[in-house]
């Protein structure tokens, strides 16, 4: 997953006022992308819906504080009997200086487990700058992620850098990921990317039979009989996603489907940050009602 972008000039604003008025800065966000402000006292929407959790629940939350944390999500995964889903753990280092190169791998997924985007695919060690990736994890390590958007089911994980095993194919190809929009421990439809090795990457919905959903604008524009591959193993992903969101009223569920079988990605609570404008309004509202 991208992490999402936010220009240098507004970065020093939006963290200022997260650590005064996250409830502010959300409301201004979403003014800058909508035109309006939300309602978070009466919310309809899945945006609005999600913000009004993230402000006044998310930052108070345990479990999903750590189903948040990228490393400690993998004892919930445990618990809910599903660690067969877990990419194998190599290591995990509190500093980016801690980092013992000479043990790791030739292969290798390493990221940071406080927000998104802090990501190092490693598929040759020999070819990798260690300097210029020390440096860019230091970098990142200090960035307040939670802050950008007041994301606060980050706020107070504490930082660590995991290396995971590396899931791609011998040709350097990455694995697909499958993202599962989960209401109430039931996952509703999943979101696949197509076309992205071509450079034009468009997103589609399908339902749990894999037929499209036109719920969104690459999907509604999608051409009459258009439709993808039906993956190997989807009935699996989807059973593991309603299991993985069960007692949530919304996570969005990011699955890998390998050749070994399912692999866990991410449980995202605020996906594009609750100010995804991509949907179509009737879908957000669609959303909304079954939170």
Partial sequence: MKKK??????????????????RLN????????????????????????????????Y????????????????????NCGLEHCLNKLIAVYDTPEEIEWDKLPEQFA??????????????????LDIPATVEKLRKWGKEPFWAYFSELQYRKI??????????????????????FYCFHGKAYCVMV?????????????FDRDFKLMRINRDSKNAPEGFALPRPAGLEEAF???DRLSEG????????????????????????????????LPETDLLFGSMM
């Fill in 158 to 179: 504490e930082k660590k850098i995991i290396v995971e095993e590396y899931i791609g194919g011998a040709d350097g190809s990455l694995p697909e990921d499958y993202k």
């Fill in 239 to 241: 059973q593991t996603a």
């Fill in 248 to 279: 949530f009223p919304f996570v969005r569920v990011d699955l890998y489907l390998t050749e070994q079988g399912v692999r866990f990605g991410e449980m995202t609570f605020t996906p594009a940050a609750a100010l995804d404008n991509k949907r």
């Fill in 110 to 127: 390493m990221k940071w487990n406080f927000g998104c985007g802090y990501n190092i695919i490693c598929q040759s060690k020999k070819d």
């Fill in 59 to 78: 930052g108070r939350d345990p479990l999903v504080r750590q189903c948040a944390d990228k490393y400690c999500v993998r004892e919930y995964i445990d």
């Fill in 193 to 205: 990317c197509a076309g992205r090795e071509e450079g034009w990457p468009k997103f589609y919905f």
């Fill in 5 to 22: 972008k936010i220009s240098k000039a507004s970065k020093a604003f939006y963290i200022a006022l997260s650590y005064l008025s996250p």
């Fill in 26 to 57: 959300t409301k201004l966000l979403f003014l800058k992308k909508f035109g309006r402000f939300p309602d978070l006292k009466d919310p309809k929407t899945l945006n609005e819906k999600i913000l009004k959790l993230k402000l006044e629940t």
